[in-house]
């Protein structure tokens, strides 16, 4: 399927560079930042596209549209705002409190700050809210886990963050289970 949107994406970007005359040039090898999918549509310059005819050079630079596109954009430092409050209540074992959670790098009033940042890093994907409640129309298996809540707000991703954790079905404890350690595992 990607391969089919960057093939529309090549040729209608050829027919748009074939008519603004040197609008790409060079090859796929020297063009900076040359995009490392391209590979896959040139075999290495030899297949599809030979290298360094406009055709080429047209995918290449469609490909690297495209990608930025699906891609997120990269991280910066002076992005990071990557800080969250974590209060929790009722789940015992001195894990009751409010923390502070500042990550990248990482650091706060979290006990366990860089293990929190890193499932943090690891869950995040591009589109998707980390955060998310169970769904309404969810259909859960009615478990207690506890009477343990927690409130997470800040901001994660640069998006801001407002979510509520309880442990009243299985749904919602998998929802906690998946956020250990930046919640406080309740399993015995």
Do not use: Q
């Not at 293990?115 to 955060?131: H, I, N, P, Q, S």
């Not at 886990?145 to 749904?171: F, L, M």
């Amino acid at each position: 399927m990607l391969r089919r949107l960057l093939l529309t994406a090549a040729v209608s970007a050829s027919a748009a560079l074939s008519s603004v005359p040197g609008a790409v040039a060079g090859t796929l090898s020297d063009a900076p930042g040359a995009s490392p999918l391209m590979a896959a549509f040139t075999g290495g310059g030899s297949s599809l596209f030979p290298a360094g005819t406009p055709s080429a050079r047209a995918v290449a630079a469609a490909s690297d549209v495209v990608l930025s596109a699906l891609m997120p954009p990269p991280a910066r430092p002076e992005d990071s705002s990557d800080r969250l409050t974590v209060t929790v209540d009722g789940a015992g074992g001195g894990a009751d409190g409010t923390f502070e959670l500042d990550c990248h790098p990482a650091g706060g009033t979290h006990p366990r700050a860089a293990e929190a940042c890193d499932r943090l890093d690891r869950m995040t994907t591009w589109g998707k809210d980390t955060f998310a409640p169970v769904p309404p129309d969810a259909l859960c298996t009615m478990v207690y886990g506890g009477s343990a809540t927690a409130h997470v707000t800040g901001t994660w991703a640069g998006r801001p963050v407002d979510a509520r954790y309880d442990r009243a079905n299985g749904c919602e404890i998998s929802r906690w289970n998946a956020l250990v350690p930046v919640l406080p595992d309740t399993r015995s």
